[in-house]
């Protein structure tokens, strides 16, 4: 804390001798956002545009920002302005925020690939590049490297898998890039890795080194363009194959990374030519799921959770900036046509006025504002146990409830979803068809619409529990919560990429059966 205050006193301090410096602002704007003042941090954003209109960092974080927020009044300006400098090949402009847009695969390739070669301008090259050798017979070496090693989703969907890897096979490394918050699924992760190194505040090459000193085979990338990420640590290659997988829902367009895990469905087979990785497609569905998350045996109460004592009840607990104005548009005409029902959302962060926003946006469409309803966070058993006062999750479009859709499943509540063009909005059909009730992905927003509308009343209530049903007897078998069978299929897609390797072939995209 004295640290973030000491940087926001400098960052004043240097706005106060030279006001006119857009990047001054942009900084002061991700610090205030880092200490969770999202309302200032945009207004620091919209003073850096102010000053350069082009500023492509500013820009990414103003539109991610004020989406957090739900605060939609100019959204569409923003958006209009990224795309032109998408267009101009503005430098800074962020892929993650170009997920959250209605955008293409092509132009997430454009903008990942000016991301990726930044990125490595700024890492650098070593003098001499890392060599590769691994005796025969020994145990394959896999490095995971995050900053998510703690209280994250990511943490809690990879812990059995990192538990159910083949010892006999392989060695599993960890480098760990993010805090230490000495919680449960840390501690457990420290265990279940072979070697756990915590490398957060080292230099990218130092990092490198290290995973080159350890004779790492495959080396996957958690984060990929996400907060916190280590690119520059891929960029030197320190390992011979390098990997995205599960941080980040798109290509990295850099050719430092050699495979993208996917499946059928994420990354249809027509849209291979918008990734610079190889594409591995796994059974069932690329995401891997902890059957050993813990549910709250009691369930709170419908006051409790601010709940009505009747009525259908659907629910959204994504981050808030996957809330696009128009999906929210499409909610309030399902509210519309279901009398009684109410919305549940997730309100993280009281101070940020998004409540107030969308009950406002709510009431411009002619719903009652006491039909949005919010909760905060939960521990994550308290979080599942919530969910059986659901009825319904209605997902979002472009960016689908990735984790969180998988916690629905297991928690037994139905999400219905419309698929779009781009991984991001593709995750949430993967995980529906792995959890045997494809019959939830919807085939347009129409549909979507009517769907949750019949399911709010009673045309399809019966058809809906149902679902339910399905979803509580397939929980323990269905291949999207079979960690043991995702585990085997991952390493068998590993050994493939290291029998190419060996046999000195460039890498090449393949299924797993």
């Not at 006001?19 to 945009?42: E, F, I, M, S, T």
């Not at 890492?123 to 490095?143: Q, Y």
């Not at 829902?249 to 027509?270: K, N, Q, S, W």
């Amino acid at each position: 804390l004295g640290h973030t205050e000491q940087a926001r006193d400098a960052l004043q301090r240097s706005i106060e001798s030279d006001p006119a410096r857009a990047d001054v602002h942009y900084n002061l704007g991700l610090l205030l956002d880092d200490d969770g003042d999202r309302k200032q941090a945009l207004l620091a954003h919209r003073r850096a545009l102010e000053l350069d209109a082009w500023h492509g960092p500013a820009l990414s974080a103003a539109l991610v920002t004020q989406r957090a927020l739900c605060e939609w009044d100019g959204l569409d300006a923003l958006r209009k302005r990224f795309f032109a400098a998408l267009d101009r090949g503005v430098a800074g402009l962020s892929p993650f925020a170009l997920l959250l847009e209605d955008s293409t695969p092509a132009q997430q390739l454009v903008c990942a690939q000016a991301w990726g070669r930044q990125r490595a301008a700024h890492a650098g090259r070593r003098a001499t590049p890392f060599d590769f050798r691994r005796a025969d017979g020994e145990r394959m070496r896999v490095g995971y490297v995050s900053a998510d090693f703690y209280r994250h989703p990511t943490a809690y969907l990879i812990a059995g898998m990192i538990e159910a890897h083949d010892r006999e096979q392989f060695q599993v490394h960890a480098y760990s890039s993010g805090p230490h918050d000495s919680s449960a699924i840390r501690k457990r992760l420290v265990e279940a890795f072979d070697a756990f190194r915590d490398v957060r505040g080292r230099a990218p090459v130092e990092i490198a080194e290290q995973i080159h000193a350890d004779g790492i085979d495959i080396l996957v990338d958690l984060k990929g363009y996400t907060l916190d990420a280590v690119t520059e640590v891929f960029a030197h290659q320190p390992a011979p194959i390098q990997v995205n997988y599960l941080g980040y829902p798109g290509t990295m367009g850099v050719d430092f990374i050699d495979y993208l895990i996917a499946d059928e469905i994420v990354v249809p087979p027509d849209a291979d030519e918008c990734y610079t990785e190889k594409i591995v497609r796994l059974p069932g569905s690329y995401q891997v799921n902890d059957r050993q998350r813990a549910i709250a045996a009691e369930t709170p109460s419908r006051a409790a959770c601010g709940l009505p004592d009747h009525g259908f009840v659907f629910c959204c607990f994504n981050a808030p900036q996957k809330i696009a104005p128009e999906m929210f548009s499409i909610w309030m005409r399902i509210l519309r046509e279901t009398p009684g029902s109410v919305l549940w959302l997730l309100d993280a962060n009281p101070a940020s006025g998004l409540k107030d926003n969308l009950r406002r946006e709510a009431v411009r469409s002619g719903i009652a504002a006491h039909r949005i309803v919010f909760s905060g966070r939960l521990r994550l058993e308290d979080y599942l146990a919530r969910y059986r006062n659901a009825d319904l999750f209605l997902d979002t479009l472009p960016y689908n409830a990735h984790t969180t859709a998988s916690d629905a499943l297991w928690a037994g509540c139905p999400v219905l979803t419309c698929p779009g063009a781009t991984f991001a909005s593709r995750v949430a059909g993967s995980l529906l068809h792995a959890a045997g009730v494809p019959e939830l992905v919807t085939g347009s927003l129409d549909e979507y619409r009517s769907r949750a509308a019949a399911y709010g009343s009673n045309a399809a209530r019966s058809e809906l529990e149902g679902v339910r049903s399905r979803l509580d007897r397939n929980r323990q078998h269905c291949a999207l919560f079979d960690t043991a069978a995702f585990t085997r299929h991952i390493e068998k897609a590993y050994r493939h990429m290291y029998e190419q390797f060996a046999r000195g072939e460039a890498p090449r995209g393949f299924r797993i059966g």
